[in-house]
Nanobody
Framework: QVQLVESGGGLVQAGGSLRLSCAASGRAFSSYAMGWYRQAPGKEREFVAAIGWRAISTRYTDSVKGRFTISRDNAKNTMYLQMNSLKPEDTAVYYC??????????????????????WGQGTQVTVSS
């Protein structure tokens, strides 16, 4: 069973940047796709970005394309989300997610990664206007 711990959230002004990290432990990190979801107050959890186990494949939700970049360092068992040009509507709790099945890239018909079935505790991102 993998354990996921997010860090890097905080309060930032609109137009600013943050980098989230997700440290994984408990199993071979490099064999599993991973991603980020977020949940704003009163809203459902939504997909943000995902990256395949070899970092060849990535997916982003439309609202963050061109502003967010997902990456991973398999040697450090860590995934990142670089968030630039942040907007107040990016305010949410951001969750790291991992696939439980190795070497799988599960994407739905809308291009959203659906492989996340293990979750971290979340990190709060607040963007002030």
């Amino acid at each position: 069973q993998v354990q996921l711990v997010e860090s890097g959230g905080g309060l930032v002004q609109a137009g600013g940047s943050l980098r989230l990290s997700c440290a994984a432990s408990g199993r071979a990190f490099s064999s599993y796709a991973m991603g980020w979801y977020r949940q704003a107050p009163g809203k459902e959890r939504e997909f943000v970005a995902a990256i395949g186990w070899r970092a060849i494949s990535t997916r982003y939700t439309d609202s963050v394309k061109g502003r967010f970049t997902i990456s991973r360092d398999n040697a450090k068992n860590t995934m990142y989300l670089q968030m630039n040009s942040l907007k107040p509507e990016d305010t949410a709790v951001y969750y790291c997610a991992a696939d439980s099945q190795a070497n799988r890239w599960l994407v739905d018909s809308l291009g959203r990664w659906r492989g996340g079935d293990t979750w971290g505790q979340g990190t709060q991102v607040t963007v002030s206007s």
